[in-house]
């Protein structure tokens, strides 16, 4: 049995990966506040809920690394959605988007990276909205940006990581049903993880680095 941890696993696509890795493993939920639906998986006993996590913490994380033994995948899933637009920009709320999506994710995987295994792997949720050759629509300046940014960490770390036997996916989880985007897309939460879920079985040192579109397709940078 492996150890997962997924951050931002209370709702959505981070439950639904839950949901998933509980059937075979160990699973560390991270989140600020669980949910109804979280305490009930962790009821059935293969879920870890640690609650009053905040990934853009450094002394939070920095002990919660020190609790953590023997990662094998580490989910880097939780993130915000803010839209502004070039009339209507708020900086304050492109900052928390960049703190929350783009550096939350690093400090925590660089705070982990000695606890993951050999052979472990770690998983970035990210946009295809962070691709510069994809963007054909403006807008969205947070959030392009900090999922530009996570890319980019994700990449490096793909190189960092390499030595120590860890593999790093980045992936692009569909437009989905989510409190995130107003319950609007095309797949369900469950529809996604469990794509999410095969790419990151999937994974390999050989593809590490990779951009994935959880239906397999490789996006441009």
């Known amino acids: 049995m492996s150890k997962i941890v997924i951050t931002g696993a209370n709702r959505g696509i981070g439950l639904e990966l839950t949901r998933i890795a509980a059937a075979d493993h160990e699973v560390v939920a991270l989140v600020r506040k669980s949910s109804p639906e979280l305490d009930a998986l962790a009821a059935e006993g293969s879920v870890t809920v640690r609650e009053g996590v905040d990934v853009t913490d450094d002394v939070g994380v920095a002990e919660l690394a020190n609790e953590l033994e023997g990662v094998d995948v580490l989910i880097n899933n939780a993130g915000i959605l803010r839209r502004e637009s070039l009339r209507a920009l708020d900086f304050d709320s492109i900052r928390a988007q ?96 469990a794509l999410l879920w095969e790419r990151i079985e999937a994974l390999t040192p050989e593809t590490s680095g990779t951009f994935w579109h959880a239906n397999g397709e490789v996006l441009p940078w």
Not at 172 to 189: F, I, K, N, Q
């Open 98 to 193: 960049l703190e929350v999506n783009a550096l939350a994710p690093l400090r925590l995987t660089a705070s982990l990276a000695p606890r993951i295994n050999r052979g472990g792997k770690v998983a970035f949720i990210t946009s295809r909205m962070g691709s510069i050759a994809d963007n054909t629509s403006g807008g969205a300046y947070g959030y392009r940006m900090s999922k530009a940014a996570l890319n980019m960490a994700a990449t490096s770390l793909a190189h960092d990581l390499a030595g120590e036997g860890v593999a790093v996916a980045i992936l692009h989880p569909g437009y989905v049903r989510t409190d995130m985007t107003g319950h609007s897309g095309h797949l369900e939460p469950a529809e996604s993880a």
